[in-house]
């Protein structure tokens, strides 16, 4: 019974959109502000939110983000 409602599950998740789950993205700009404005930028042209995971600066920013809607 157990290995039945797995098999439903799995396939109910498959059956699902792939907008409904996370994407992952990055951007590189010469600063932070410019970084997250890439990213929002991205965010907005898909109508979904962002949240940023990381931002690493070094001579250029890279920053990588969320997008979920």
Do not use: C, P, W
Not at 15 to 24: H, R, V, Y
Not at 37 to 46: D, F, G, L
Request: aromatic residues 2%; proline residues 0%; glycine residues 2%.
């Amino acid at each position: 019974m157990k290995t039945i409602k797995t098999l439903v599950a799995v396939a109910a998740l498959s059956l699902m959109s792939a907008g409904a789950f996370a994407q992952s993205i990055s951007v590189t700009a010469s600063t932070i502000d410019s970084a997250e404005a890439k990213v929002a930028a991205k965010a907005a042209e898909q109508g979904a939110n962002y949240s940023i995971t990381s931002a690493v600066v070094n001579n250029r920013v890279h920053m990588t983000a969320n997008l979920s809607k």
